[in-house]
């Protein structure tokens, strides 16, 4: 066996893993398919095309054996309904001839050759069947990405990696075949395939390292982000303790209380009696949560930041007709709305002059739920997603969180700046 037969015998167990890649593309693997399960299963089917290719070559029984094992891994490997593994096979067939049909005659024609001739020449023939597997992994590997939806997620720097990687890839091994033709040495050609082999590899992993630290990176924003909403939650429930407590506190001494006002009026001083009434008043306003939609969870996010806000001499108005059983998430809420009015305090608090302001309006018409939050703002010269607050690191998700958590109800915020009033208004369509 010379080197070129060596090629042969490795070049299958990159289709092998070609079928892999389209596999990942329409299949979710089972809870069971661990990676080292995997690779054996793809060695395994690396091996079967490679005594199917040395048996059957250019016959139609090659096509066949490697479509049934194909599909067969397949189902060792994925679940889902056959006629996805099926489509998943006969698609990897198609890209794989196609592929095989384009680099022979691009072989042919770019060194003046009949198509026989590349396919028994030694050195073109290795040619044309690199291209053809490496095109063909490229193929797939985009069809992977693009069914995903993982382009959103890898942005352009991962299409220009593997832009640069399929073309040095491409470029390279095409000048040491040239080379190879040139200086018919076995030592040197070989130690030229090694190469080629080795520049395959090393870019199939380069491309699957990013993949996974991009993967690793998206992993620990959302952490960051989850510990965010959770420290958001857990201010607005601390919030609706102090007021829970002071209510109880209130309740706690009302007998003692009642017994001090019917002193007052026993001993006929009923200006001391209203004025105590008065002063009992201002402590029960201090516990009211003022916000009673039905809706517990946004009554407590609304009362709280409303509360704040008065408190910071900031006017808040508000427009709430809901039913009780909002079609939100009480969690989703407390980010939503949480993060808005939150924002709109912050902003309120950066003005210097001018009436500091916040409008809350948040109606159901039908089945469609529409939110409008606007409030007085300092002029930034653009709205941005930067914060603004000194802790940088533990704050600065406010819209991310927000745009995130609209996007499990389909729904997108529409932002404006304008004339000193910021303007943040979505819309939910209730199912």
Not at 58 to 69: D, K, S
Not at 217 to 223: A, D, K, T, Y
């Amino acid at each position: 066996m010379n080197i070129y037969h060596f090629t042969d015998v490795i070049m299958p167990y990159f289709e092998a893993f070609m079928y892999f890649v389209l596999f990942e593309a329409f299949l979710e693997r089972r809870k069971t398919s661990t990676r080292p399960r995997m690779i054996v299963v793809l060695l395994v089917l690396g091996s079967i095309i490679t005594i199917s290719n040395h048996l059957m070559i250019h016959q139609m029984g090659n096509i066949v054996v490697m479509a049934l094992a194909a599909f067969l891994a397949a189902c060792l490997i994925y679940e889902g309904r056959l006629r996805k593994k099926l489509m998943a096979v006969i698609l990897a067939i198609f890209i794989s001839g196609a592929a095989e049909l384009l680099a022979v005659h691009f072989v042919s024609m770019t060194f003046g050759l009949q198509v026989e001739d590349v396919l028994i020449v030694p050195e073109y023939r290795f040619l044309g069947i690199f291209l053809s597997k490496a095109s063909a992994i490229a193929v797939c590997n985009i069809i992977r990405i693009k069914i995903r939806h993982q382009d959103r997620e890898l942005g352009r720097a991962y299409w220009l990696i593997f832009t640069l990687q399929f073309v040095c890839a491409f470029g390279i091994s095409f000048l040491i075949c040239r080379l190879m033709l040139i200086v018919p040495d076995t030592t040197y050609i070989f130690s030229s395939l090694l190469c080629v082999l080795g520049l395959v590899v090393s870019a199939i992993f380069s491309i699957y390292l990013y993949e996974r630290l991009v993967a690793q990176s998206r992993m620990m924003l959302v952490q960051e982000r989850q510990q965010q909403n959770f420290r958001l939650q857990r201010k607005h429930f601390d919030e609706i303790m102090l007021k829970q407590e002071a209510l109880r506190r209130f309740r706690h001494d009302f007998g003692n209380q009642l017994m001090t006002l019917d002193n007052y009026f026993e001993r006929g001083d009923d200006a001391g009696g209203r004025q105590y009434i008065a002063s009992l008043n201002a402590q029960l306003e201090q516990t009211r949560i003022d916000s009673d939609t039905g809706n517990p969870a946004l009554d407590a996010i609304v009362g709280s930041k409303q509360a704040l806000a008065v408190s910071k001499g900031i006017r808040f108005q508000k427009d709430v007709r809901i039913p009780a059983n909002l079609a939100i998430a009480p969690s989703d809420a407390c980010v939503i709305f949480g993060n808005i009015l939150d924002n709109a305090i912050e902003a309120c608090e950066r003005m210097t002059s001018g009436e500091k302001w916040i409008s809350f309006s948040l109606v159901q018409q039908e089945h469609v739920i529409l939110c409008k939050v606007a409030n007085a703002a300092p002029d930034r010269g653009r709205i941005g997603l930067a914060t603004s607050k000194v802790d940088k690191e533990n704050h600065g998700y406010g819209l991310m969180n927000i745009r995130e958590t609209l996007e499990k109800y389909d729904s997108t915020p529409m932002i404006s700046y304008e004339n000193g009033e910021f303007t943040i208004q979505f819309s939910i369509v209730v199912q």
